[in-house]
T-cell receptor, first 113, second 114 residues
Framework: EAAVTQSPRNKVAVTGGKVTLSCNQTNNHNNMYWYRQDTGHGLRLIHYSYGAGSTEKGDIPDGYKASRPSQENFSLILELATPSQTSVYFC????????????FGPGTRLLVL | GDSVTQTEGPVTVSESESLIINCTYSATSIAYPNLFWYVRYPGEGLQLLLKVITAGQKGSSRGFEATYNKETTSFHLQKASVQESDSAVYYCALGDNYAQGLTFGLGTRVSVFP
């Protein structure tokens, strides 16, 4: 009954290819987030959303697009994947209350060759 | 930009000993930051341990405590007596009041041995 799920869990892509990472939440939260985590870095914010149809740039948006077609779904799109985008990607939903507690998915491990 | 610095791991402690993980922050773009500790237990996802949104207040959960100190820009995590089940990676994070995402520290891996 995981409330935030991600797919795929693992992905191997080729340089220059298109990659779509999907996130689904059943928390009915308005806010959703995409982060990446690399060795030597904490989680870094890529894009976020306040609701269906909304996407906002985070701290490191270059090379990424986001799509929020519904309350439940938030996708991260790499139009032209590069090896530097090899990372673990985490999606989260936020409850919007008192500091906006975030609930994280299990992560997607992406390898770009 | 905003940043969070926390104790560099790994940290190894014996069961029943005390634990402190230091966290200091710089919130150049946030007037009143909200502060969080998240934790990832082995085999599990990242989850909230505790949060404090008001300076001077203390948060607590699962025997852990952290006090939001605006003067020293710190939010250290402490536990008086750890258990083996506290072995995890702990992340300090800060956020604003507009749900614009969190800034995380690097994480501190804690291993508790019996």
């Amino acid at each position: 009954e995981a409330a935030v799920t991600q797919s795929p869990r693992n992905k191997v892509a080729v340089t220059g290819g298109k990659v779509t990472l999907s996130c689904n939440q059943t928390n009915n939260h308005n806010n959703m987030y995409w982060y990446r985590q690399d060795t030597g870095h904490g989680l870094r914010l890529i894009h976020y959303s306040y609701g269906a149809g909304s996407t906002e740039k985070g701290d490191i948006p270059d090379g990424y697009k986001a799509s929020r077609p519904s309350q439940e779904n938030f996708s991260l799109i790499l139009e032209l994947a590069t090896p530097s985008q090899t990372s673990v990607y985490f999606c989260a939903s936020g409850d919007g209350r008192e500091g906006d507690t975030q609930y994280f998915g299990p992560g997607t491990r992406l390898l770009v060759l | 930009g905003d940043s969070v610095t926390q104790t560099e791991g790994p940290v190894t402690v014996s069961e029943s000993e005390s634990l402190i993980i230091n966290c200091t922050y710089s919130a150049t773009s946030i007037a009143y930051p909200n502060l969080f500790w998240y934790v990832r237990y082995p085999g599990e996802g990242l989850q909230l341990l505790l949060k404090v949104i008001t300076a001077g207040q203390k948060g607590s959960s699962r025997g852990f405590e952290a006090t939001y100190n605006k003067e020293t820009t710190s939010f250290h995590l402490q536990k008086a007596s750890v258990q083996e089940s506290d072995s995890a990676v702990y992340y300090c994070a800060l956020g604003d009041n507009y749900a614009q995402g969190l800034t995380f520290g690097l994480g501190t891996r804690v291993s508790v041995f019996p």
